[in-house]
């Protein structure tokens, strides 16, 4: 049977124009909506393995996913295993990841990283998250999408700048610290849509609910939105339609309305 998104009664109107929202309920309401928007989330970082996974997302701290994909290839071209990079010298690693900023540190994070893999874990990365916070470079938010991404382990949610700042416009949590937001949104989304839920909310908020110009016009989620800027352009479905275009197309299409 075609499963009907819901739709807000009066009384929730009005609260959510009050800024009153139950985050449970949020959180269906945004899953029913962005779920048709964007049906099978991917990470945008290339990877082949959880190791070039891990180095990837070292890598992409203040820097963008097409730049961290330009560089990995050549890195595990030169380096193909954990082994080889920890053994790699530093300046020659400098200069192949220096494009990504803030080289140095994390030319070192990553040798570092490959390092304590081969030493405390035989060179495969660890499957907890107790393990993977011990390792040099490595914070939940690397973690998790390591976890979740590569190796299908649902340990928490990976909240980013945009995941953040989506869950606190749709008002599915209050706090400011990723981990604080990161434990509210694993309270309200399903256990075994973790990944899934937190890549949905990074990629809307990477390419309709941006931090300068949210396109909310455009944006499926806008009815249930207490943060809405403007009226929702055509009905639910076109905006569905549109999200899923510019989803896709990684913000290089958008649909003219
Ligand atoms: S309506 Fe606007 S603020 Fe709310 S989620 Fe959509 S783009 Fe973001």
């Known amino acids: 049977m075609k499963k009907r998104l819901s739709k807000a009664r009066p009384a929730a109107r009005s609260a959510r124009r009050k800024g009153i929202v139950d985050p449970a309920k949020q959180a269906r309401l945004v899953s029913d ?20 996974l891990l180095i990837a997302t070292i890598l992409s701290a203040q820097s963008t996913d097409d730049r961290i994909n330009m560089v990995t290839p050549m890195l595990f071209r030169r380096w193909p295993t954990p082994r080889a990079l920890a053994a790699a010298s530093q300046a020659e690693v400098e200069e192949v990841v220096k494009s990504t900023g803030f080289f140095r540190n994390k030319a070192k994070a990553i040798r570092e990283c490959s390092r304590a893999l081969v030493e405390r874990h035989g060179g495969e990365v660890p499957r907890t998250m107790e393990e993977m916070v011990e390792l040099p470079g490595v914070a939940r938010k690397t973690a998790n999408v390591v976890l979740g991404n590569a190796l299908g382990i649902q340990a928490g949610m990976a909240v980013d700048t945009h995941a953040l700042r989506v869950s606190r416009r749709l008002a599915l949590t209050r706090q400011e610290d990723p981990a604080k937001v990161e434990a509210d949104l694993c309270a309200v989304f399903p256990k075994n849509e973790w990944t899934v839920s937190a890549l949905r909310l990074q990629l809307h908020g990477r390419y309709v609910c941006t931090a300068r110009k949210p396109d909310c016009a455009h944006c499926p989620l806008n009815e249930i939105c207490p943060s809405r800027e403007a009226v929702p352009v055509g009905t639910l479905q076109d905006r569905i339609r549109y999200e899923r275009v510019v989803v896709k197309s990684r913000g290089r299409e958008r649909p003219e309305s």
């Open 33 to 52: 909506r962005l779920a048709p928007a964007i049906p099978s989330p991917r990470i945008e970082l290339d990877f082949q393995t959880p190791w070039q």
